[in-house]
């Protein structure tokens, strides 16, 4: 399953929607190694890219709610710390062989739960920034 920032995905915010389609493709660019059956090579990276990315992008999405006195900020906050903790744990039972599948479907399933929270918690936000 290949993922697109399509409108229902767009905040329309500027930053914030070119964040989120740096992560469909880094998390895309994962999903075709292993369909290639090289996602155990291209695992090492993409964790490092996403650990970073939640960081930032998070931090980046909460100075704009402060900025603007967002109502939903505690909410959104939590959600976010709740992500970070959920990905941080599911990075550290991939063992140093490199992932399984069972560890891969973990992190794909994660990542459909950001798709989610893109979809209505993010464009929420985009709404009230506008």
Not at 30 to 48: F, T, V
Not at 75 to 80: P, T
Request: charged letters at 25%; hydrophobic letters at 35%; a positive charge.
């Amino acid at each position: 399953m290949r993922y697109e920032l399509t409108k229902d995905l767009e905040t329309g915010n500027a930053t914030i929607d070119r964040e989120h389609r740096e992560l469909l493709r880094a998390v895309n660019q994962l999903m075709e190694a292993c369909s290639k059956g090289q996602g155990r090579s291209a695992m090492e990276p993409a964790i490092k890219f996403l650990l970073n990315y939640v960081n930032q992008h998070f931090a980046h999405e909460e100075q704009l709610q402060q900025r603007s006195k967002y109502p939903g900020i505690a909410a959104h906050r939590a959600f976010h710390e709740n992500y970070k903790s959920k990905l941080r744990d599911i990075i550290s039972q991939i063992p140093a062989s490199g992932p399984t599948m069972i560890e891969l479907g973990k992190l794909n399933t994660h990542i459909g739960i950001l798709i989610s929270h893109i979809r209505t918690e993010d464009k929420k936000l985009g709404a009230f920034l506008k």
